[in-house]
């Protein structure tokens, strides 16, 4: 077998028909580049390591477009990826663009983490870059890793990142609670994604009354996918053992006034400067995390 003309005319077929069929420029580049890199990893076998640096540098030649050695690479790698059952499905919605982003990494979790995340945030290039530029997945706790890993059940909590990334897009100085707020608000779009997945806004300074005192949640959110309320308390300093017994009374006032019976019990964030990882162990409520904050 010819493998580099196979390899060759595979790509002119490519070029043709993003060309001709625009609207599957997607499905065409990952059709063709796994079938590139199933003939690269044919001839490297017989071959050698070296033939991918001999076919780039003729198909720059030949075609007058470069297919440099690390593109092939890319696609050699993506071909082993998907051959080997690691990616259950492969998804329609992402360029090869997503996916040579992607496997720059060498950490499988971390592959399959911003490859799902993708998908189901319909994330543009662009978005994908950001995250990996913010080092999103090195911020998930390790028990969300392990869990990745092996497959298991997740929770509403696993992919609550820590720290939280809070954009300052006013370049503010001096920050109170209320202007911690008032930036999360500014984007709080960004702000649920980096709690996780499948949030809505309830309301901010969210009023209820204990007895004849008016008390005011921070910020009271929803999670369509897990059908729970979530209490967001935000603090400038360290972590308090006050700060879980009031974070808990908001908890219980939102499961005996708003929460239905086919609804799962309130969950609760602290957002602070400096977690105190022994209040959070030896509080005895699993429904309530600390996470700390940072200004981009």
Known sequence: MNYYNEIKNELINNEINKKVKNYSINKSDLNAYYNVGKMLSEAGKHYGDGIIKEYSEKLKIELGKSYSVRLLYRMLKYYNFISSGKLPTLSAK????????????????????????????????????????????????????????????????????????????????????????????????????????????????????????????????????????????????????????????????????????TQNKTIGIIICKQDNKYIIKYCSDERIIAREYELL
Not at 111 to 126: F, G
Not at 151 to 156: A, L, M, P, Q, Y
């Open 94 to 261: 992402l360029s090869w663009s997503h996916y040579d982003e992607i496997l720059k990494f060498k950490e499988i979790n971390k592959i399959l983490y911003y490859i799902n995340v993708s998908e189901q945030q319909n994330l543009s290039i662009r978005q994908l870059r950001e995250k990996i530029k913010l080092k999103e997945y090195e911020r998930l706790p390790n028990d969300t890793k392990n869990k990745i890993l092996n497959k298991k059940e997740s929770n509403i909590l696993d992919f609550v990142k820590n720290p939280i990334m809070i954009k300052n897009s006013n370049n503010y100085k001096i920050i109170s609670e209320q202007i911690l707020q008032k930036l999360i608000l500014e984007d709080i779009e960004y702000f649920m994604k980096e709690l996780g997945n499948s949030f809505s806004f309830i309301g901010s300074e969210y009023k209820i009354k204990l007895d004849n005192t008016f008390n005011y949640i921070d910020l009271l959110l929803f999670n369509i996918e897990y059908n729970c309320y979530v209490v967001v308390e935000l603090k400038l300093n360290e972590l308090k053992k006050e700060h879980i017994g009031q974070i808990q009374v908001y908890m219980n006032y939102i499961d005996e006034n708003l929460k239905k019976i």
